[in-house]
T-cell receptor, first 114, second 112 residues
């Protein structure tokens, strides 16, 4: 149980385009979903926290107009990287919680912006 | 300043031995601490959680200790196997908002 999926697993796009990443909790309803970014050999950096039906809470330094988060249902959250640039290339990971102590992580999405 | 430190150097352990990883933190008062495993190109996988009032937690070959006086957690893998090779991350949770504060992880290599 407690499986979280992400789609796509890898995406390559041209600079200036927008990319949408989906995060789904497959067998449970997620009260809260988190979006992280991770650089090679670095710790996970929390970007934002989202609760179903409400606006996401962004961490300091994360541009909310750049990284659009939609949490339309208890099983789906999306992250859209708008007007992507090469510096946005990274590994993006989502996680979900049922309101307990444990976060369940998706497998991650590798974004490469050319 | 607040920080979480894990050994940035890779840890090489002979198969069958016990691997011990360290997580130190400063200027935090965590409600609990978690350990995760991360394989290359994959998201973290939850392993164990230990609360501030618990000294030790076990799960199969895994053991975690939590010393709030030393501000340190130790993560042990007994009878280590090559399949245990991965990066292990510790994360603190400060309160009930479920946000995790992460260490950078320690890469563990178990040699056959």
């Amino acid at each position: 149980g407690a499986v979280v999926s992400q789609h796509p697993s890898r995406v390559i796009c041209k600079s200036g385009t927008s990319v949408k990443i989906e995060c789904r909790s497959l067998d449970f309803q997620a009260t809260t979903m988190f979006w992280y970014r991770q650089f090679p050999k670095k710790s996970l950096m929390l970007m934002a926290t989202s609760n179903e039906g409400s606006k996401a809470t962004y961490e300091q330094g994360v541009e909310k107009d750049k990284f659009l988060i939609n949490h339309a249902s208890l099983t789906l959250s999306t992250l859209t990287v708008t007007s992507a640039h090469p510096e946005d290339s990274s590994f993006y990971i989502c996680s979900a919680t049922q309101g307990t102590d444990t976060q369940y992580f998706g497998p991650g999405t590798r974004l490469t912006v050319l | 300043s607040q920080k979480i430190e894990q050994n940035s150097e890779a840890l090489n352990i002979q198969e069958g031995k016990t691997a011990t990883l360290t997580c130190n933190y400063t200027n935090y008062s965590p409600a609990y601490l978690q350990w995760y495993r991360q394989d290359p190109g994959r998201g973290p996988v939850f392993l164990l959680l230990i609360r501030e009032n618990e000294k030790e937690k076990r799960k199969e070959r895994l053991k975690v200790t939590f010393d709030t006086t030393l501000k340190q957690s130790l993560f042990h893998i007994t009878a280590s196997q090559p399949a245990d090779s991965a990066t292990y991350l510790c994360a603190l949770v400060l309160d009930s908002n479920y946000q995790l504060i992460w260490g950078a992880g320690t890469k563990l290599i178990i040699k056959p």
